[in-house]
T-cell receptor, first 116, second 113 residues
């Protein structure tokens, strides 16, 4: 079974600075997808960024980028120019590309606070 | 732009009561999911469905039941509520498996006393 580990329960960053959130995963598969979801205090889960394992290029979405190390099974999220609205809980998630009924497996999440 | 709609948003139950969390999506997605979120534990999959009439268990199905009679609706039934079912419940849907992004409802906070 696949597992997703987020070992840091909390992190803090100064506004306008850069922060990196760590995530590791365990799988025996070669084809899969990785996601970072954001959950603000409103509880709504919002997709931040997605990475296909077969792509070597790291995904980027504006101020958000990932460092995907397939051999090391590492998938970290970098937030540049942090803003107060980035304060939230962030979840790393894994999804197999095999099978029609693949499920999303989440890590425990990390709470990010942004200092003004 | 309704997306995934869950009701109710909040509910307090007594031990032994039953209730149904409603979930409906208007995106014509085949895949639907129910997760529960406990503090410090991330999201755990309860049940999922890959299409009308097809459901399967996730990681933590005990104490719950689901049905999927239409593409749009995926209700979660709690029978004989227990304090261990106090949690926030999320319904989600996706168009496909694999690459498909999951779209989440706003969550339902359930307290069992």
């Amino acid at each position: 079974a696949q597992t997703v580990t987020q070992s840091q329960p909390e992190m803090s960053v100064q506004e306008a600075e850069t922060v990196t959130l760590s995530c590791t995963y365990d799988t025996s598969e070669s084809d899969y997808y990785l996601f970072w979801y954001k959950q603000p205090p409103s509880r709504q889960m919002i997709l931040v960024i997605r990475q296909e394992a077969y792509k070597q290029q790291n995904a980027t979405e504006n101020r958000f980028s990932v460092n995907f190390q397939k051999a090391a099974k590492s998938f970290s999220l970098k937030i540049s120019d942090s803003q107060l609205g980035d304060a939230a809980m962030y979840f790393c998630a894994y999804r197999s590309a095999r099978g029609a009924n693949s499920k999303l497996t989440f890590g425990k999440g990390i709470t990010l606070s942004v200092r003004p | 732009n309704a997306g995934v709609t869950q009701t109710p948003k909040f509910r307090i139950l007594k031990i032994g009561q039953s209730m149904t969390l409603q979930c409906t999506q208007d995106m014509n997605h085949n895949y639907m999911y129910w997760y529960r979120q406990d503090p410090g534990m991330g999201l755990k999959l309860i049940y999922y469905s890959v299409g009308a009439g097809i459901t399967d268990k996730g990681e933590v199905p005990n104490g719950y039941n689901v049905s999927r009679s239409t593409t749009e609706d995926f209700p979660l039934r709690l029978e004989l509520a227990a304090p261990s079912q106090t949690s926030v419940y999320f319904c989600a849907s996706s168009r496909t498996g694999g690459t498909g992004e999951l779209f989440f409802g706003e969550g339902s906070r359930l307290t069992v006393l």
